[in-house]
């Protein structure tokens, strides 16, 4: 099994930024992806960025494109979200996600996910 934890969601207003992390603890992989979703009051759960552990590959929601950079630490099997110029339609629930496979490209589904975290709030004021 593989537990996820995440932390850093907060209060930001408009223009600001945060920065989420995630732990992952348990069974950990040396291949596979993290993913960052999140859901919005009312909105399905949404892909918002991918990354390979090992690093070479990326992926991003057009939504959050320039914005906000995934990375980890491989070593802390931690991933990170830094999110920069936050709007209000960026308030969601915040969850990572492991997907066990490398495939060609990052997959956006949420059933490609085997594992979750349990979310964070993140809330941008106007």
């Known amino acids: 099994q593989v537990q996820l934890v995440e932390s850093g969601g907060g209060l930001a207003q408009a223009g600001g930024s945060l920065r989420l992390s995630c732990a992952a603890s348990g069974r950990t992989f040396s291949s596979g992806v993290m993913g960052w979703f999140r859901r919005a009051p009312g909105k399905e759960r949404e892909f918002v960025a991918g990354?390979?552990?090992?690093?070479?590959?990326?992926y991003y929601a057009d939504s959050v494109k320039g914005r906000f950079t995934i990375s980890r630490d491989s070593a802390k099997s931690s991933v990170y979200l830094q999110m920069n110029s936050l709007k209000p339609e960026d308030t969601a629930v915040y969850y990572c996600?492991?997907?066990?496979?490398?495939?060609?490209?990052?997959?956006?589904?949420?059933?490609?996910?085997?594992?979750w975290g349990q979310g964070t709030q993140v809330t941008v004021s106007s």
């Open positions: 990354i390979r552990w090992s690093g070479v590959l990326t």
């Open positions: 996600a492991v997907d066990r496979h490398d495939y060609a490209r990052i997959l956006t589904t949420r059933n490609a996910y085997e594992y």
